[in-house]
């Protein structure tokens, strides 16, 4: 069929639209790409030039979305999302290489409310199941004809 269509035959895993397509389960070696984006997009910037609350605002702002667009797919790895949060707390702290500073404050402390005593970051586990949750919901909400078995099913196990 390739022959007839004039395209070529690649083996999985490739990466399509910024995210892997595999076979198979998700792992480690598959987010390797989400992790080098991630670092990238630190590295440009100078966390000893910013101030605590600049760093803060970043992270919430900048490195928290970075990953939806997986997490809206995938249910990432912990490995991932703990690698993930490790390098927004280090962007936090300022930490480098050569400098290691004590992390103050736990993070999951950072990532409660600000009314609770957190900055208002979110953990990335939590972001991750809530947009799984929120694609299962719209998928059984707007496939044709009510979803059919699939849209059931979503109602009865997802929406009260």
């Known amino acids: 069929m390739a022959n007839i269509g004039g395209w070529q035959a690649v083996k999985l895993p490739l990466d399509y639209l910024g995210v892997p397509l595999f076979t198979g389960n998700l792992n480690a070696n598959l987010c390797a790409g989400l992790i080098a984006k991630f ?4 590295a440009p910037w100078k966390s000893q030039l ?12 900048n490195l928290s979305s970075m990953g939806n667009f997986w997490m809206q797919a995938f249910s990432l790895p912990n490995e991932v999302l703990k690698k993930l949060e490790q390098c927004m707390a280090r962007f936090l702290w300022a930490d480098t290489e050569v400098n290691r ?4 404050i736990v993070w999951h402390t950072l990532c409660k409310p600000k009314a609770e005593g957190g900055i208002g970051l979110r953990l990335l586990e939590e972001v991750n199941v809530s947009l799984l949750a929120r694609a299962v919901t719209l998928v059984g909400l707007f496939w044709p004809s009510g979803g059919g078995f699939w849209g059931s099913w979503v109602m009865l196990a997802w929406i009260p």
């Open 101 to 104: 500073h004590i992390h103050q």
């Open 39 to 42: 670092e990238k997009k630190l």
């Open 50 to 61: 910013l101030s605590y609350a600049g760093r803060a605002c970043l992270i919430t702002h």
